[in-house]
């Protein structure tokens, strides 16, 4: 099938003082929005089921599109992705691969027919870009792992599947060796216990979950430190919402952080 696409524009934001701004921090989730129309009237179709699968034609995520034709789906990680288009009054359509990359928000239109012909199924009508911020740690190693097998990776809808009622849950997972107690980490940041884990990370706000049980295969960052096995817990940020840099925003923080060491020093 042909699939086009055109760019209509670039947004690139920039993390700044995330612990201030963390309301409105840069996205770092690949969001794929879009709307369902008819072929040849351009009328919007509601009720349109559209799947998302990955190269190996597992569905990592699905939506159902609303009366104006509209429809949003979370990509779990970078990467290739079709789309399977499914209404009981047109003809059932799988797109071509449309690439994902990080912090992307992609915007598509696609076309349906109520009879079997040849048309252009998806268009790319518009691309924006997000800092991924802590996320791109995640993001780059999280695949090289789950092909190397060198740990265990769970991605957002993985996550999702699993509806652990604390993060704690995924320790089942790890499996350490000869009674070695694991490392928690929370976006990087090294936390206390099982305890503390659970009080600064909600289920429901998780991006995904590494766990590495063997210090020979530790990722470089956290390599050479004693740790015997580690567990990686990451922050979700959706891109709905969320606003790209601005020097406003900067002036804001800036005037945010003054403000708080000026009380300090009284």
């Given amino acids: 099938m042909a699939m086009q696409g055109r760019v209509t524009g670039w947004r690139i934001g920039v993390a700044v003082l995330p612990m201030l ?51 949003r789906l979370m990509a779990p990680q970078p990467g290739g ?32 027919s109520p009879t079997a012909v040849a048309l252009e199924p998806l268009r790319v009508v518009g691309r924006s870009t997000y800092n991924a911020g802590w996320l791109q740690e995640y993001y780059d190693r999280a695949v090289m792992t789950r092909r190397a097998g060198i740990g265990r990776v769970f991605f957002r809808d993985e996550v999702e599947r699993v509806n652990p009622s604390t993060a704690s849950t995924f320790l089942i997972y790890l499996m350490p060796r000869g009674g070695c107690q694991p490392t928690l980490f929370v976006d990087g940041l090294e936390v206390q216990d099982v305890r503390h884990l659970n009080t600064v990370m909600r289920p429901d706000i998780l991006e995904g979950v590494e766990l590495y049980n063997n210090a020979a295969f530790l990722p470089p960052r956290y390599a050479n430190r004693g740790y015997c096995a580690i567990a990686l817990f990451w922050t979700r940020r959706d891109l709905e919402g969320a606003k790209p840099f601005s020097w406003k925003r900067l002036l804001v923080a800036g005037g945010l952080v003054s ?8």
């Fill in 81 to 112: 992705y079709q789309l399977r288009v499914t209404h009981v009054a047109y003809t059932a359509l799988t797109t071509g691969t449309v690439d994902v990359t990080m912090g992307m928000q992609l915007e598509l239109e696609l076309r349906l």
């Fill in 259 to 266: 403000g708080l060491l000026l009380l300090f020093q009284m």
């Fill in 21 to 71: 701004l963390a309301g409105t921090a840069p996205a770092a989730a690949q969001l794929v929005t879009g709307r369902v129309v008819e072929e040849g009237t351009e009328n919007p179709i509601a009720a349109v089921t559209v799947e998302l699968t990955d190269t190996t034609g597992l569905r990592r995520g699905s939506a159902v599109s609303d009366s104006a034709g509209q429809f």
